[in-house]
């Protein structure tokens, strides 16, 4: 018998990115015949009675979600705080983490794998690695097909579900070379073209971007 796996969307949104990568493993692994179950967290947080069955009964726990200011969102956070004080739903499960991010550079990511290898160091559940997977804004739930290093980081991915169908461990080599190469040229254009986002953002919002920082104030 195939061990059940629990695909857990940790985003706000039921059909983001997020989603897509659980969608695929859901597919990779059901095709080689493992039980599956994907809950999304944000909902089922009210109704934390099947939250918690959900996660007694799996065997492996997978979390996928977007990466908000280097790690997973807070309620995910808070929601992993309020499982460590269930300790009589971890009994030993293998736990695997998807983090997604609109940079393309893993280690601006990876923060939150580390969070999650945290956690099992404290409960009874065992770390077994991560994907880290930039861009991911871009897509916007569309396909990954749609990224311009598709093929590589399909290719990637389906070597990391490999591992979970396995319940083996996944080392960060795995998405490194899944890492979307930036030309240098293009440095430049990215950080104006992203500084202009936050700016409008910050106006929108009613502050002045020329301002100089309160934290600079020599008084």
């Not at 979390?63 to 309020?82: K, R």
């Not at 280690?107 to 999650?116: A, D, F, N, Q, R």
């Not at 569309?142 to 598709?150: D, E, G, I, K």
């Amino acid at each position: 018998m195939h061990e059940k796996k629990l695909l857990i969307n940790a985003s706000p949104r039921t059909n983001g990115t997020s989603f897509v990568l659980l969608q695929m493993c859901k597919t990779y692994l059901e095709d080689k015949g493992h039980r599956c179950e994907l809950i999304h967290l944000y909902p089922s947080m009210n109704n934390k009675d099947e939250l918690w069955k959900s996660i007694k009964n799996a065997d492996i726990l997978i979390i996928c979600g977007p990466c908000y200011i280097n790690t997973y969102p807070a309620d995910t956070i808070a929601f992993l705080e309020e499982l460590s004080t269930h300790k009589e739903l971890l009994h030993g499960q293998s736990l695997y983490g998807i983090i997604q991010g609109g940079m393309p550079y893993v280690h601006t990511h990876e923060s939150g794998l580390s969070l999650l290898d945290m956690f099992s160091r404290k409960c009874d559940v065992i770390y077994k690695g991560g994907f880290v997977m930039g861009m991911g804004a871009m897509l916007n739930g569309q396909p990954v097909n749609n990224l311009p290093n598709s093929k590589t980081i399909i290719r990637q991915l389906n070597i990391f579900f490999d591992y979970i169908e396995k319940d083996e461990e996944s080392t960060s080599e795995v998405y490194q070379k899944a890492q979307f190469k930036v030309p240098n040229f293009l440095f430049g254009i990215m950080a104006k073209r992203m500084n202009r986002i936050i700016d409008k953002d910050l106006k929108k919002n009613g502050i002045d971007v020329k301002r100089s920082s309160p934290y600079l104030d020599s008084n």
